[in-house]
């Protein structure tokens, strides 16, 4: 998903001559226990853009699974699930079926714990579930709070997650994108081009209008490579 949306917003900008991100943040998800929580899953799915106030009925947005699900309209975009396919012999019945289910299921309750498990990356599921999960992957499929004893069982447990996702994850009350655009990187001969690309990034800052001299530019590799000041965030290059 987040590599099909990077293709996407890299076509886009392309396309309209633009720069940016086109999203209001990074794509999120969470691993469900589809076996106890699939319908309440896609009640919640399906129940979003009323919610949001963006239509007044289910079936009003045309971009929603409530039309095949519940309704029998065909879909080519949708994969039916097996616990889905299971509710009836036939699309009439199983369409008739989840009606049911959908008008009685009551996810009220749910609702905070989905939320917060795809908005954390975390499992959603029974305690069963998630000791199954935590086995397989071989650590906790609960984020802790941030914080801590950093030389915990439970802290190392969480560590190692990209610098730009656990960046975004603490500022996820943030609206919006926090980055200009994606990172970028390229693999570098740096037998022959290391001194090139060095001056290349150092003089991003100066070329961009931010400031009148490379040194002026706090976070510049320039003040240790050419003027010796100390930087403990820098590893000198073998070559």
Known sequence: MQSMANRYVRYFNAKHKRTGTMWEGRFKSCLVDSEHYLFALYKYIEMNPVRAGMVMELADYKWSSYAHNALGKADKLIS???????????????YKNYQKIFDKLDIAKEESLITEATMRGEVYGTNGF??????????????????GDRKSEIYKDQAGR??????ISLLDSVSGSVWEGRYEATLLDSENYLLTCSRYIELNPFRAGMVNDPAEYPWSSYHYNALGIENRLLKLHSN
């Open 162 to 167: 990209p610098l730009d996702f656990t960046l």
């Open 130 to 147: 998630h000791q199954k999960i935590s086995q397989l992957v071989s650590r906790s499929t609960k984020l802790a709070a941030h914080g």
């Open 80 to 94: 039916e699930h097996p616990l889905y396919k299971a509710l009836g012999d036939d699309s009439q019945q199983r």
